[in-house]
């Protein structure tokens, strides 16, 4: 395997994109996606490190970060999906029904 | 050799679709992106010889996660969406934001004065016969060390499961 550093900063750039797309996007369905990027970029670290000590923990916590990924996923899906049928919209900041 | 070029083709790839997923207007394709990014995220799974994380990325992220992904863009009417403005009026706080990031790790490095796992061992590549075999390791750690958040996790993906079909059925 590399230096561990090249891992880091793979995973300090996928992170930094995710958030700029959590953060400038509109559309709620490209900021779950960005949310799922940031995710991700979290795995490769940890993957990295368990590789890096020999020790197979690091794997294991990257599987449960994908099971709460798929039910974050499944749920804010549905939470759009439900949003929509009301709204017609899939924009953040139309959806202000508890702003005053 | 082999193990540097892999790394730098599937991170190129990841990052440069990770950008595009974050720029393209069309959410489509911004989700077409997102799944090479994932598939090259894979390999990179692979390179780090966690083969059993690889087949679950494969199948979980890109075959569950956004094949729900597309299937809820597809619901949702995207014609009106695309006329409209696709990006908020934040292109300040997400700079400051990436800024602020970038200039913790640049401090970090600053203070520590060298990069980031130096010192530490470098594993020199083994053959792979005398690796353990991975998928044996990660079932052994998951079913004995963290058998409890094993189950806890399935507790919380039926929670989302009954979470989603309650959100998502019409009201009647």
């Known amino acids: 395997m590399l230096p561990i550093g090249h891992y880091l900063f793979l995973s300090l750039a996928l992170f930094i994109i995710g958030v700029i797309g959590v ?13 799922e990027l940031i995710l991700n970029a979290v795995n490769i670290n940890l993957v990295a490190f368990s590789r890096l000590y020999g020790d197979v923990a690091g794997q294991v916590f990257a599987l449960f970060i994908i099971a709460d990924a798929a039910a974050e996923a499944a749920v804010a899906l549905g939470i ?17 029904l508890l702003k005053w | 050799m082999l193990d540097k070029v892999l790394f730098y083709f599937f991170a190129a790839i990841a990052v440069g679709s990770a950008v595009l997923m974050v720029t393209r207007r069309n959410v489509v394709h911004g989700a077409i992106f997102l799944i090479t990014a994932l598939l090259a995220t894979a390999g990179i799974f692979l390179q ?7 087949i679950v990325q494969i199948i979980l992220y890109v075959g ?10 597809m619901l949702v009417n995207l014609d009106v969406a695309l006329q409209q403005i696709q990006f908020a009026r934040q292109k300040w706080v ?10 913790q790790v640049g401090l970090m490095f600053w203070s520590s004065g060298k990069m ?21 390791t990660v079932a052994h750690s998951l079913f004995e060390s963290y058998l409890l958040p094993f189950e806890i996790a399935s507790v919380l993906l039926l929670v989302a499961m009954i979470g989603a079909v309650v959100m998502a059925k019409k009201r009647t």
Do not use: H, K, Y
Request: aromatic share 8%; net charge negative.
């Open chain 1, 23 to 35: 953060v400038t996007r509109r559309n709620v369905i490209v900021v779950l996606m960005s949310i």
């Open chain 1, 80 to 96: 759009i999906i439900a949003f929509f049928r009301n709204r017609e919209t899939v924009l953040e900041d139309e959806m202000d």
């Open chain 2, 48 to 54: 780090l010889r966690a083969e059993f994380l690889f």
């Open chain 2, 64 to 73: 569950g996660i956004m094949v729900l992904f597309v299937f809820v863009i």
């Open chain 2, 94 to 103: 997400a700079l400051l934001v990436a800024l602020a990031l970038a200039g």
């Open chain 2, 116 to 136: 980031p796992g130096q010192g530490l061992p470098v594993l020199t590549a083994s053959a792979v016969s005398s690796l353990p075999p991975n998928s044996e």
